[in-house]
C-alpha cells in the first residue's frame, strides 16, 4: 500500500493529522510517546506500547479515547472537503451571486472558469414572474453547486435597450466564456405558478444543467479508500 492509498495510507493520514491538531504541550509524557508511534510509519513493537498504556491511568485511557474519536472527525471532515473538491471538477457555489453593473458582469464571465456553466437571469422588479423565477433559481443554486447562477437587474444594470420588459425575465447561458443560449420571456413556458421542478426540467430540455450530484456520493468514495 502506499501512503496515501488503501485502509494503511488512510490511518497513517488520520494519526498524522492528530499528531498535527493536538496540543501536545499540554499532554503528559506518555501520551506524546504514544501519539509519537502511533503516527509512525514503521509499526511500533508491540511490547513499548503495552508498557506506555500501563503507564497511564483508566482516566488518562478513557481521555485519549475521547480526543481520538474527535480527531476522527476532525479528519473525517476535511477528507470530505478535499474529495468534495476533487469530485466537483471546478469551483463550487450554492447560491445565487447577485451582478450589481454590467461591468460586473463581463468581470464575472472573463474570470469564469472554462468547465463550469454560468447561468444569469435578467430581470426587473416590476415585470411579472421575474421574483417568482428568481426564487426558483435560488433553489436550483442549491442542488447544482457546480453552476453559477447569477442575477442582474436590467433596469439598473444599463442593459434596458437590449432587455425591454416584454422579454423579461431573460436567462442567459455561457460556458468558457461562449453564449450557448439566450431564452426570452421565460415564464411563458409555464403557468401562472411554477416551482422549481418546472424551470429544472425546462433548462433540462435544453441539455443546459449537469447531472445532479447524488447525496452521499463523496462519502462512498472515502469509505472506499
Not at 468534495?84 to 463550487?92: A, I, K, Y
Not at 454590467?102 to 444569469?120: G, N
Not at 426540467?201 to 450530484?213: D, H, S, T, V
Amino acid at each position: 500500500w502506499s501512503d496515501r492509498t488503501g485502509p494503511k495510507g488512510v490511518i497513517n493520514d488520520w494519526w498524522r493529522f492528530k499528531m498535527e491538531s493536538v496540543d501536545q504541550g499540554s499532554l503528559p509524557p506518555s501520551k506524546r510517546e504514544l501519539l509519537k508511534q502511533m503516527s509512525s510509519a514503521h509499526k511500533p513493537r508491540d511490547d513499548s506500547l503495552r508498557t506506555l498504556e500501563c503507564e497511564m491511568s483508566a482516566p488518562e485511557c478513557e481521555r485519549l479515547t475521547e480526543d481520538d474519536d474527535r480527531s476522527l472527525s476532525q479528519y473525517r471532515e476535511r477528507r470530505m472537503r478535499e474529495m468534495r473538491e476533487r469530485l466537483s471538477l471546478g469551483p463550487r457555489f450554492g447560491s445565487v451571486q447577485e451582478l450589481s453593473s454590467s461591468q460586473a458582469f463581463l468581470s464575472t464571465l472573463e474570470r469564469e472558469h472554462r468547465l463550469t456553466l454560468l447561468v444569469v437571469l435578467v430581470y426587473r422588479e416590476c415585470v411579472e414572474g421575474c421574483r417568482a423565477l428568481s426564487a426558483c433559481l435560488d433553489c436550483l443554486a442549491a442542488d447544482y453547486p457546480t453552476v453559477h447562477f447569477c442575477r442582474i437587474d436590467a433596469a439598473t444594470s444599463g442593459a434596458a435597450e437590449r432587455f425591454p420588459d416584454d422579454v423579461l425575465p431573460a436567462v442567459l447561458v455561457y460556458k468558457a466564456g461562449e453564449m450557448l443560449v439566450s431564452l426570452l420571456a421565460v415564464t411563458q413556458h409555464f403557468g401562472e405558478e411554477f416551482l422549481a421542478a418546472d424551470v429544472e426540467a425546462f433548462l433540462g430540455g435544453y441539455g443546459l444543467l449537469p447531472e445532479k450530484p447524488r447525496a452521499g456520493a463523496a462519502e462512498d468514495r472515502i469509505e472506499g479508500e
